[in-house]
């Protein structure tokens, strides 16, 4: 996918631009709340119910600017960590992230911490 590719399908996801949050009376969970399967490198060995040891699911990235920790171990501390750090199915995802011109990577950043 295309970096401009990449910014349509998020903007169509969230249904909002990223220049501004606005308070709407249907919570938006900016989510798919699926089983990824995250690759090796993220692995756990952790089964739990139906996710086996490299699956996570997706959390709600809603009020993403007050965790202090990202990706399902806590081991990124930063949003840019937690983008480049994808694998397995979110490695597409971390390169159309590192693929960002500055200013756009930094629109998406100021999207993710006013939601």
């Known amino acids: 996918m295309s970096k401009s590719g990449a910014l349509s399908a998020i903007r169509h996801h969230a249904k909002v631009r990223f220049t501004h949050c606005r ?3 249907r919570l938006r969970l ?3 709340l699926f089983l990824h399967d995250m690759g ?3 692995a ?3 089964e739990q119910g139906q996710a086996t040891g490299s699956e996570f699911r997706t959390i709600a ?3 993403v600017s007050e965790r ?4 399902h171990n806590g081991r990124a501390t930063t949003l840019q960590e937690a983008d480049t750090g994808a694998r397995g199915q979110g490695a597409a995802a971390a390169r159309n992230f590192e693929a960002l011109s500055q ?3 930094k629109e998406l950043l100021a999207f993710l911490n006013c939601i």
Do not use: V
């Not at 202090?68 to 990706?71: A, E, R």
């Open 23 to 25: 308070l709407r009376s």
């Open 30 to 32: 900016y989510s798919d």
């Open 40 to 42: 090796a490198t993220l």
């Open 44 to 46: 756990d060995d952790i």
């Open 61 to 63: 990235t809603l009020r």
């Open 68 to 71: 202090p920790h990202f990706l």
């Open 103 to 105: 200013p756009k990577e």
